[in-house]
């Protein structure tokens, strides 16, 4: 489920509360961190069609849960400018990164951009070492309908802070 939140409760489930790192990456290899960010917030930045992009966030809520079974992982952040979800296909323990997809909603930008629900996972989702972080870079993006909108180019990369 790439929209909406989950509930972070999950019976039998490993939930790690995080706080993260944004990143930059290369495509063919996992996200490396290059900035930190503190308790609840969500950092973003990148170039998309060329132009540039960062911003910064106060996250108003969150969940993560990582994958269980044949279930994907999911990371959801909404804050009171927009979204970010991501869908992860591979438990991601501290210090691993695994293949995800998802989508960025910045409403004061009116930027949209995401991988396609039902597609391939394009993107990599990071935990940090200690535990305490995740950071992720979404790659070939599409605008919205992400499943056959006009193709963007560029990458975002950037991290979201859990409460601690």
Same mark, same amino acid.
């Given at each position: 489920?790439?929209?909406?939140?989950?509930?972070?409760?999950?019976?039998?489930?490993?939930?790690?509360?995080?706080?993260?790192?944004?990143?930059?990456?290369?495509?063919?290899?996992?996200?490396?961190?290059?900035?930190?960010?503190?308790?609840?917030?969500?950092?973003?930045?990148?170039?998309?069609d060329g132009e540039g992009f960062n911003l910064?966030?106060?996250?108003?809520?969150?969940? #993560?849960?990582?994958?269980?079974? *044949? /279930?994907?992982?999911?990371?959801? &952040?909404?804050?009171?400018?927009?979204? %970010? +979800?991501? =869908?992860?296909?591979?438990?991601?323990?501290?210090?691993?990164?695994?293949?995800?997809?998802?989508?960025?909603?910045?409403?004061?930008?009116?930027?949209?951009?995401?991988?396609?629900?039902?597609?391939? #996972?394009?993107?990599?989702?990071? *935990? /940090?070492?200690?535990?305490?972080? &995740?950071?992720?870079?979404?790659?070939? %993006? +599409?605008? =919205?309908?992400?499943?056959?909108?006009?193709?963007?180019?560029?990458?975002?990369?950037?991290?979201?802070?859990?409460?601690?």
């Open positions: 489920m790439l929209g909406g939140m989950k509930t972070l409760g999950v019976v039998g489930a490993t939930i790690l509360a995080l706080v993260t790192t944004a990143c930059s990456s290369s495509s063919d290899g996992p996200a490396t961190p290059t900035l930190a960010c503190g308790s609840q917030e969500l950092k973003v930045s990148g170039t998309l910064v966030r106060r996250g108003s809520g969150y969940a #993560f849960t990582n994958k269980i079974g *044949a /279930d994907p992982g999911t990371m959801d &952040v909404s804050s009171p400018q927009g979204a %970010l +979800s991501i =869908e992860f296909n591979k438990l991601i323990a501290n210090g691993a990164s695994g293949p995800a997809r998802g989508s960025f909603t910045d409403t004061e930008g009116a930027l949209s951009v995401g991988n396609c629900e039902s597609g391939d #996972f394009v993107s990599t989702l990071s *935990a /940090d070492a200690d535990g305490n972080g &995740v950071h992720f870079t979404l790659r070939n %993006l +599409s605008r =919205e309908p992400y499943c056959g909108g006009a193709a963007v180019s560029g990458e975002l990369s950037g991290c979201f802070g859990f409460t601690r």
